[in-house]
């Protein structure tokens, strides 16, 4: 498996205050992305990278910003935290377009 | 916009018993469809399937695509309790920077002893 790694592995925070989670990776990999998942929802995409300062947004980005100054680094900031925003987020890269994703084991976000 | 549906949400059965789990999508600039199985935290990849009616089989398990009907079906024979997870179908939309993979609710399979 890739060598993903998600920080925190879980967090409570309050409504209003800022957060960040951070994705490493080990593999090198050019595609890096952010997702959520909800009961009811399954996993939806918040934002991907498909390269060192290149971003793009996904399905459900409003709320959120990414940041991506290294190849190995993907990070996700709630500017303002919201109730809504609790969720179990995962991170996961990609080698190629056609190719398939690896996860990383997920952070437990509680908005409060 | 892009839509996935899999079915059944959830499903109980015994050890032994072998297992149909269904997906059907609409994805735009589609160009292939993963499953994954997610147990406790990470989803772990388990197919890709890209060209249709050629099937993909690893030990009990087994899927297929049919990308004239727009669906796609993980069989699993055999069951096992460790086989109790969570299987999650992902067509992958090809447009724009990158691929994007667009996740089914999943289905919820669990084998008693």
């Known amino acids: 498996d890739a060598g993903i790694t998600q920080s925190p592995r879980h967090k409570v925070t309050e409504t209003g205050t800022p957060v960040t989670l951070r994705c490493h990776q080990t593999e090198n990999h050019r595609y890096m992305y952010w997702y959520r998942q909800d009961p009811g929802h399954g996993l939806r995409l918040i934002h991907y990278?498909?390269?060192?300062?290149?971003?793009d947004k996904g399905e459900v980005s409003d709320g959120y910003s990414v940041s991506r100054s290294k190849t190995e680094d993907f990070l996700l900031t709630l500017e303002s935290a919201t109730s809504s925003q609790t969720s179990v987020y995962f991170c996961a890269t990609g080698q190629g377009r056609n190719e398939k994703l690896f996860f990383g084991s997920g952070t437990q976000l509680s908005v409060l | 916009e892009d839509k996935v549906v899999q079915s059944p949400l959830s499903l109980v059965v015994h050890e032994g018993d072998t297992v149909t789990l269904n997906c059907s999508y609409e994805v735009t600039n589609f160009r292939s469809l993963l499953w994954y199985k997610q147990e406790k935290k990470a989803p772990t990849f388990l197919f890709m399937l890209?060209?249709?009616?050629i099937e993909k089989k690893s030990g009990r398990l087994s899927s297929i695509l049919d990308k004239k009907e727009l669906f796609s079906i993980l069989n699993i024979t055999a069951t096992q309790t460790g086989d109790s997870a969570i299987y999650l179908c992902?067509?992958?939309?090809?447009?724009?920077?990158?691929?994007?993979?667009?996740f089914g609710t999943g289905t919820l399979l669990a084998v008693q002893p």
């Open positions: 890209t060209s249709s009616g």
């Open positions: 992902a067509p992958m939309n090809y447009g724009g920077a990158t691929n994007k993979l667009i």
């Open positions: 990278s498909y390269g060192v300062k290149d971003t």
